[in-house]
């Protein structure tokens, strides 16, 4: 099972990022799809996270900008983010959750190496 995060870069005050992060191997099941993000001195943060029933969570200074979504029949999940701003500057990581194999092996987690976002003017 492997985790791609792709989509960071550099972008200016107010721009917006789309972040994709492909999920392959023989996937049957996946419980719990998140987007992580990480700032150089601080510990990794939840920026957004979606379940496989549709629940979803915010981190409180993303809410209302950023959109995650996930398409199980690809297996991919993505951070649609808006109005960004400086302090989202970071390494953001994708992660699964409680994933389950066709062979039926199980992965209580999975993390996606991370891809950079850099907001600057």
């Known amino acids: 099972v492997q985790l791609q995060a792709s989509g960071g870069g550099l972008v200016q005050p107010g721009g917006s990022l789309r972040l994709s992060c492909a999920i392959s191997?023989?996937?049957?099941?996946?419980?719990?799809t998140a987007w992580y993000r990480q700032v150089p001195g601080k510990q990794r943060e939840l920026v957004a996270s979606r379940s496989s029933g549709g629940r979803i969570n915010y981190a409180d200074s993303v809410r209302g900008r950023f959109i995650i979504s996930r398409d199980d029949a690809k297996n991919t999940v993505q951070l649609q983010m808006n109005s960004l701003d400086a302090r989202d500057t970071g390494v953001y990581y994708c992660k699964a959750e409680r994933l389950r194999l066709r062979n039926m092996q199980s992965f209580r987690e999975v993390w996606g190496q991370g891809t950079q976002v850099t907001v600057s003017s």
């Open positions: 191997g023989s996937i049957l099941s996946i419980d719990v």
